[in-house]
């Protein structure tokens, strides 16, 4: 029973916030919706989506992204934070938006950022990850394991904590055991990414580290980017859009391949 009203919650919630776009730019085809036995619609070409629920109930909007099809960007303004309506009428173009960094009142972020090569903030060396593009090759790393050395990336997103790392739970704080709203990054064993958010309140940090180990979309690294009244996603592939509570001053973006 607590499970049903959880996840009846979430999707209520979800219903109130995913308002689709009044301007959707498709930049590439999208096929006919297609499901998997395991649960994946295929909502562009290279790009899945699911619904996750854990066993405590909680709902997580997840899609899986075939980064050889794919150019992923990250985007900042720093000291100005926008809503995810006005960040979908700046980034005319992309096909995913979601959140990224941790952020200071002032709109600063904080961690490392990576934006077309220019290079924000200061990196974290003792908590955290690290999402990446370099060479147009996607990768995620544990910054207390491999601290940024000033590699030359054309794009790159830090938050906390490390959830996942070679498969395995990482996140050890048992007391951390407050729901919020959540986003993370992770990819799987193929080298696809995962990006995951609930519309609602989501699992503890703790918790949330212990259950991603365990499903079948199998996680080899992934980390939580900045959550609770942050937490945000736009899809122009199928119209769905997850508003945050608050506007955020940098999103990490997916576009077609030119």
């Known amino acids: 029973m607590r499970l049903s009203l959880l996840l009846l919650i979430s999707l209520i919630f979800a219903c109130n916030l995913a308002t689709p776009p009044t301007t959707v730019v498709p930049t590439a085809a999208t096929p006919s919706m297609t499901a998997t036995p395991?649960?994946?619609?295929?909502?562009?070409?290279?790009?899945?989506?699911?619904?996750?629920?854990?066993?405590?109930?909680?709902?997580?909007?997840?899609i899986r992204i075939d980064p050889t099809q794919y150019t992923f960007r990250v985007h900042y303004r720093e000291g100005d934070a926008l809503t995810i309506r006005e960040w979908r009428d700046e980034l005319t173009g992309a096909m995913v938006i979601i959140n990224a960094n941790f952020y200071t009142p002032e709109n600063i972020i904080l961690g490392l950022l990576i934006s077309d090569g220019f290079a924000y903030g200061r990196a974290y060396s003792d908590r955290g990850g690290?999402?990446?593009?370099?060479?147009?090759?996607?990768?995620?790393?544990?910054?207390?394991?491999?601290?940024?050395?000033?590699?030359?990336?054309?794009?790159?997103?830090?938050?906390?904590?490390?959830?996942?790392?070679?498969?395995?739970?990482?996140?050890?704080?048992?007391?951390?055991?407050?729901?919020?709203?959540?986003?993370?990054?992770?990819?799987?064993?193929?080298?696809?990414?995962?990006?995951?958010?609930t519309p609602g309140f989501g699992s503890s940090l703790y918790a949330l580290s212990q259950y991603l180990v365990t499903t079948d979309i199998g996680f080899v690294h992934a980390f939580n980017l900045d959550g609770g009244g942050s937490t945000m996603m736009l899809r122009s592939v199928d119209n769905y859009m997850l508003t945050s509570l608050d506007p955020v001053p940098a999103v990490l973006a997916l576009y077609a391949q030119p």
Do not use: C, H, K
Not at 130 to 156: D, L
Not at 160 to 175: C, E, H, I, T
């Open 130 to 197: 690290t999402f990446f593009v370099q060479n147009g090759s996607v990768g995620i790393r544990w910054n207390t394991q491999q601290p940024y050395q000033g590699e030359a990336y054309e794009q790159a997103i830090q938050a906390f904590p490390m959830l996942v790392y070679n498969g395995q739970a990482v996140y050890n704080n048992r007391n951390d055991t407050t729901p919020s709203r959540r986003t993370v990054i992770g990819i799987d064993a193929q080298g696809r990414v995962i990006m995951m958010v």
């Open 38 to 62: 395991d649960g994946w619609e295929t909502i562009a070409n290279g790009i899945q989506q699911r619904w996750v629920v854990t066993d405590e109930g909680f709902a997580y909007e997840t």
